[in-house]
């Protein structure tokens, strides 16, 4: 069971809603992944922009990794979360610890936009993952 997480707005440590992640155990480090924020998503009219992977290495997206003992449990909760206007794919991550000078490399769960999203949607997030 892949346990990373990448985020990259209000979920991130000291976000408006990092309060979701608040009973996942485990450890943050800066970190990146190759994307692009967009403000064409439903949620950027609510000042939310989400992301969209990106195939050009020049295009990178800072945010958080979490390095999680077990996400397998507050995987529902995060779709729920997240909503049908995202859906969950894993990424790769560069990131940083204070104990190298080089970066790091992993895989994690992102949310990335979902432009198949109806607005009238209730559903969880559609889950499609992609391998980098």
């Known amino acids: 069971m892949l346990n990373n ?5 209000t979920l991130c440590p000291e976000g408006t809603n990092h309060h979701v ?3 996942v155990y485990g450890q943050w480090f800066p970190a990146s992944i190759q994307a692009i924020r967009t403000d064409r998503g439903w949620g950027s009219a609510s000042g939310y922009p989400g992301i969209e992977l990106s195939d050009s290495v020049n ?4 945010g958080w990794l979490l390095k ?3 996400l397998s449990h507050f995987l529902p909760k995060l ?3 997240e909503g ?6 894993i990424v790769e991550v560069e990131y940083h610890s204070e104990s190298r000078t080089e ?3 992993t895989t994690a769960f992102a949310y990335e936009l979902c432009f198949s999203h109806q607005p009238d949607a ?5 889950f499609v993952a992609k391998n980098y």
Do not use: I
């Open 5 to 9: 997480l990448f985020v990259y707005g």
């Open 21 to 23: 992640l608040a009973d």
């Open 59 to 62: 295009d990178r997206v800072e």
């Open 68 to 70: 999680a003992e077990d």
């Open 79 to 81: 779709d729920a979360f």
């Open 84 to 89: 049908s206007g995202y859906q969950r794919v």
């Open 103 to 105: 970066p790091m490399h």
């Open 122 to 126: 209730t559903g969880p997030s559609q």
